[in-house]
């Protein structure tokens, strides 16, 4: 198991622990808040939270959770905390987006935010690119780096003169995935033929939300692999990290309960092309699968933020929360470039890989005994560290809350598939 120590300093010249700023997180659950929250607090650096109820991160003993009215959506109601008086205690902090609703507030209110906090670097319309998952395949092929086919409809009218062009399964993907999730509590549709299609096509947009139709590229979740980089004002990559996925749950579009690292010249070459073409700045993490049709690897979606993979790379010896930081207090640190990460670290979230392992036993497809063989690692575990327990507790204790919640969702979505037929 992971035991990184809990009582790392800053290092280098700037400001000494005392006078440090405090730093503002967005989002970030699944241990990404949690693990730059970790390192920051050990650092002398005061962590406050803007998440959502229900998060573990809110237990840790180096967070300060701001609570914000939940009957708007997280990105309105940061906003407004962050840019109200309220929150006139956190002027000069660092303000970091560890989710995808952050970055919405970095990009709608950046200019009255900077006035207040410290903000990374960013080119705006690269970070929206990112964002939005259309202009991320367009970037994509304007790159010239693989992703699957992909087409744009504002109507029913356009689906209808495209309707040879689809191939099936399609997935329709939203161009903003936490306002998607919102609704659907899922990633994406996916469809097997065109009546399938118009149907949920017509549900979308009663919900006015925009989405891409996808190809979906076939193949297990093992196939999934990731570059992380960060881009400096020049447009330099800072360093070239690589880790793939082994499972997720749900397969094939849940969030992932097994990684590992793996360095993986054509994931970081492939990359780091995108990110520079789009003149992206600071944070950048692209996901691709490789295709089992013809083996290429395909751009999945672009990240240009913290992802739940952080605690890997703080694992990795690359902690992004600290090093951006450092950067944004004037602090001089040390290169990454070049600097080496051992491979084969796994990171593991037990309750999901316990579900991703059940789904895939069903199907023939994994054994016990095979599932357990595959842990047998060195583990990075999100939640738990003996210096800080909290988080983890709290998460095994909402589990039976979680699987009953679980089964009353798959109950409903049983009755509704039923009275439609």
Excluded at 138 to 155: K, L, M, N, T, Y
Excluded at 199 to 228: Q, T, W
Excluded at 314 to 319: F, K, N, R, T
Aim: charged share 25%.
């Amino acid at each position: 198991m992971d035991s990184a120590r809990p009582h790392q300093r800053v290092t280098g010249d700037g400001p000494c622990a005392r006078d440090l700023p405090p730093a503002v997180l967005m989002g970030g659950h699944m241990g990404s808040a949690l693990s730059i929250a970790r390192s920051l607090g050990q650092a002398g650096v005061t962590v406050f939270l803007l998440g959502e109820p229900g998060y573990a991160e809110r237990c840790s003993r180096y967070v300060r959770y701001i609570q914000v009215p939940t009957d708007a959506p997280p990105e309105e109601a940061w906003a407004d905390y962050l840019l109200g008086p309220q929150a006139e205690r956190l002027r000069g902090a660092v303000l970091l987006a560890c989710s995808d609703a952050g970055i919405e507030v970095l990009l709608r209110h950046r200019d009255e935010l900077s006035r207040r906090y410290r903000l990374d670097i960013s080119d705006r319309r690269a970070q929206e690119n990112a964002l939005n998952k259309l202009q991320t395949y367009i970037q994509a092929s304007e790159a010239r780096v693989p992703a699957p086919r992909f087409w744009h409809a504002d109507g029913a009218d356009q689906i209808r003169a495209a309707r040879d062009e689809f191939v099936y399964p399609l997935l329709l993907k939203p161009f903003y995935s936490h306002k998607f999730s919102a609704v659907y509590g899922s990633k994406f549709l996916e469809v097997q033929d065109f009546h399938q299609l118009c149907s949920a096509f017509a549900d979308v947009m009663r919900h006015n939300l925009d989405v891409v139709l996808l190809e979906k590229i076939p193949g297990p979740d093992d196939r999934l692999c990731s570059y992380f980089t960060y881009i400096d004002e020049s447009g330099s990559p800072q360093f070239d990290y690589t880790k793939r996925i082994i499972r997720r749950h749900p397969e094939n579009q849940g969030l992932a309960s097994y990684h590992v690292t793996d360095w993986i010249p054509e994931v970081a070459d492939l990359g780091r092309r995108l990110l520079t073409h789009m003149g992206l700045q600071g944070l950048g993490n692209v996901e691709f699968k490789r295709d089992v049709r013809d083996g290429q690897l395909k751009v999945i979606e672009i990240n240009a933020r913290f992802t739940a993979a952080n605690p890997l790379l703080v694992a990795s010896g690359y902690d992004l929360g600290l090093y951006v930081y450092n950067r944004l207090i004037g602090r001089a640190q040390p290169p990454l470039m070049g600097k080496p990460y051992p491979a084969g670290l796994h990171m593991w979230y037990p309750e999901n890989d316990a579900k991703a392992f059940l789904e895939l036993r069903r199907e023939g497809r994994l054994t016990f005994l095979g599932w357990v063989s595959s842990l047998l690692h060195r583990q990075v575990l999100p939640y738990f560290r003996w210096y800080d327990p909290a988080p983890s507790l709290v998460t095994v204790a909402g589990m039976p809350l979680r699987l009953a919640s679980r089964a009353v969702r798959q109950s409903a979505l049983r009755r509704a598939r039923n009275s439609g037929r």
